[in-house]
């Protein structure tokens, strides 16, 4: 029994012992600084407060700490704010508690809107003795404006300035602007000014309600005799529509800067526009980057090259002091958005453009031998500076409605191409081996079929008889469907789809601005033997892109190589997607052929220029079922000058079976070449 209770008292005296330790700790002021820093870190401002001097606390009122340290670091979006020192010495904390005082020194880091933020800085910590008999020791923080920045220790105003980057431009080849940052009219009231129907008459010009205008003129700085904004601006360029709108009572306007397409409809597709900014948009937007009141490229290059174009803000976060002096407490510079340098050739552009006089259509124009894209065309338009200011549901509705469908992009979709395929099919079929230059196939009348009950009354129809066996020179030249149907039958269905897809069918094509795929057909297979005969020339379910089917035309220019498109003119020139595709005499044995299909072909009787022109026509039928005898028609023709070979033109006119089909458009790209070519 002696023993437990020996054992007993050892550990009832640890425990005491122990117990009367913890008692008699001392707190130190680093064991304060260091619990305050936590709390700074948090941004815990009230628990900061709670830790200041009686005499701090006095001086500055909780609304003039916890309320202002939260608007500042809200204001500035403070984040990751870092507090580093080393504390005292046991010998400094010794001299310290005789003196009553301690000053650490520390060094705070911060994130910031305007980017990081560094400053040093010294606390000095009272102590306190507390308690009834004053037995308890605590220390409590002297505090000063200097702690949130010790620019404004002895007094000052923090403010912020933003730098908003000027949009980068989108210019042709020659830098001339496409997407300009040029002057406008920003839009506003005078209210005194107003006439009984003037917000009725501004609300129907520049789509905007009528309840928006009363909410920028109820204001309440607004008054009778002031100029109000009411967030709306016309380019100075819409002469129309700057005359309306400063007719109306109680208009006015302020000259700014803002986003204009020079060419209007003539680039819409290709420039597209931006936009104010919706919440939608936010969704999927670096909050960084943007806010409520930013723009956004919402189409065409505009979308496409946003990062670039953009920029970035500029901000400065100062401190104004009484006598007007400026201190920068951090600074983010501007970086105004990138110029986007394309190889569009505006004159191409509008030339093709202009050749469609409304009518539905697209085009792709290139430099065949750098690859160089020298147009895309989409018709018909719209006006991109409509779109960008305020449309008005009037028009907005109308360009909805339309049947031609202008806000479609047409030089991005895949059409039937025709028979502007033959010369590829021809070019697969010399490079497989299914028939040389000199091989003939006798063929008699306007139809034909195979003698396979499976085609049952289908037959495949030539717009003219030959004269004896047909090569590949004359099926060229003449354009005969039943020629190419027989050649594809002879060749099989897997080495025609194996040809295609070298031509890059099947295959996204490697450019800046997405283009739909080019595609043999809805399963990419030709599994039935009529489907294999009409796809040899371009009907069936084949669909290209006009800017794919230029690609394809300039192997016969670059000797059996076909061209990489490009559309920055910082992208690598004289590039190919595929070489090889045919030997240099293949090469060189087509394009003679394009230049007798124009020259000894249909095409020579509307084609009329100073120059040798190549190239070849196709006519689409868009038909529903596959019996189905008149149908609308698409035309198509691809073409160059066969000297020069500097410009290659693919191009499609819709529904053109009243006025000449095919032969009409290689009417319109012999004047659209002859233009440029003076």
């Not at 012992?17 to 619990?35: A, L, M, Q, R, Y």
């Not at 010369?423 to 299914?434: C, F, Q, R, V, Y």
């Not at 073409?639 to 089909?661: C, F, K, R």
């Amino acid at each position: 029994m002696k023993k437990i209770a020996f054992i007993m008292l050892v550990i009832l005296t640890i425990l005491f012992v122990g117990c009367s330790k913890d008692d008699d700790e001392v707190i130190t002021p680093n064991d304060v600084f260091n619990t305050y820093t936590d709390h700074w870190q948090e941004e815990n401002f009230s628990a900061m407060y709670d830790m200041l001097t009686e005499e701090s606390q006095q001086e500055y009122p909780s609304e003039q700490f916890i309320d202002r340290y939260q608007k500042i670091y809200e204001d500035l979006e403070i984040t990751n704010v870092s507090i580093t020192y080393s504390g005292l010495s046991e010998a400094q904390l010794e001299a310290t508690d005789e003196e009553g005082s301690a000053t650490i020194p520390f060094s705070v880091d911060m994130e910031s809107i305007a980017g990081p933020i560094t400053f040093n800085y010294e606390a000095t910590l009272e102590k306190k003795l507390e308690g009834e008999e004053e037995e308890e020791v605590n220390w409590y923080l002297t505090w000063d404006p200097g702690f949130i920045f010790p620019e404004i220790k002895d007094g000052g105003e923090i403010g912020i300035d933003f730098t908003q980057p000027i949009r980068g431009q989108i210019l042709d080849r020659n830098q001339i602007p496409l997407a300009d940052n040029d002057e406008v009219w920003d839009i506003g009231i005078v209210p005194e000014k107003l006439g009984p129907n003037s917000k009725q008459q501004i609300s129907e010009l520049l789509n905007i309600s009528v309840s928006a205008i009363d909410n920028y003129l109820d204001a309440s700085w607004v008054k009778p005799d002031l100029y109000v904004p009411i967030n709306k601006k016309i380019p100075k360029s819409n002469e129309e529509l700057v005359e309306q709108i400063f007719q109306i009572d109680g208009v006015a306007g302020r000259t700014d800067e803002g986003r204009t397409y020079p060419f209007g409809e003539i680039t819409a597709h290709l420039t597209g526009y931006i936009g104010q900014v919706t919440a939608e948009d936010l969704e999927n937007l670096d909050p960084d980057l943007y806010g409520p009141n930013d723009v956004v490229g919402k189409a065409g290059l505009e979308y496409h090259f946003e990062d670039r174009l953009k920029g970035r803000t500029g901000v400065e976060i100062y401190v104004t002091k009484e006598d007007g002096d400026k201190l920068t407490i951090a600074e983010k510079e501007v970086q105004h958005g990138e110029n986007i340098i394309t190889t569009i050739d505006i004159d191409v552009q509008e030339e093709i453009y202009q050749s469609y006089d409304g009518m539905g259509g697209t085009a792709a124009a290139i430099q065949p031998k750098t690859g160089e894209t020298l147009a895309l065309v989409s018709s018909p338009a719209y006006d991109p500076n409509d779109m960008v200011y305020g449309i008005s549901q009037e028009k907005w509705d109308e360009l909805q409605n339309d049947p031609l469908n202008p806000l479609y992009n047409r030089f991005t979709a895949t059409y039937a191409p025709g028979s502007t395929i033959k010369p590829i099919t021809a070019a697969i079929g010399l490079d497989n081996g299914t028939f040389t230059p000199e091989d003939t196939v006798e063929i008699e009348g306007l139809r034909w079929s195979p003698n396979d009950e499976d085609w049952g009354d289908y037959k495949i129809a030539r717009v003219s008889e030959s004269n004896g066996p047909v090569d590949i020179r004359d099926a060229l030249i003449r354009s005969d469907n039943i020629y190419f149907a027989m050649q594809a039958l002879n060749m099989g269905s897997n080495a025609l789809v194996s040809g295609l897809e070298l031509y890059g069918f099947g295959d996204s094509l490697p450019f800046t601005y997405p283009i739909s795929s080019s595609t043999i057909s809805s399963s990419g297979a030709i599994e039935d033997p009529i489907l294999l005969a009409n796809t040899s020339y371009g009907q069936g379910e084949m669909q290209v892109s006009p800017l794919h089917l230029a690609t394809m035309y300039s192997t016969f220019i670059n000797s059996g190589n076909m061209v990489r498109p490009i559309l920055l003119a910082n992208d690598e020139h004289n590039q190919f997607l595929q070489e090889g595709l045919i030997s240099n005499d293949q090469a060189e044995f087509i394009q003679e052929i394009l230049q007798e299909v124009v020259e000894q072909g249909s095409v020579g009787r509307v084609v009329e220029t100073d120059f040798p022109i190549s190239g070849k026509t196709g006519t689409a039928e868009l038909k529903l079922t596959i019996d189905q005898e008149d149908g609308k028609e698409n035309g198509w023709f691809v073409g160059y000058p066969s000297d020069d070979q500097d410009i290659l033109i693919a191009m499609m006119m819709e529904e053109v079976q009243d006025i000449g089909a095919s032969l009409y458009v290689a009417e319109k790209v012999g004047e659209i070449l002859g233009a440029l070519k003076e």
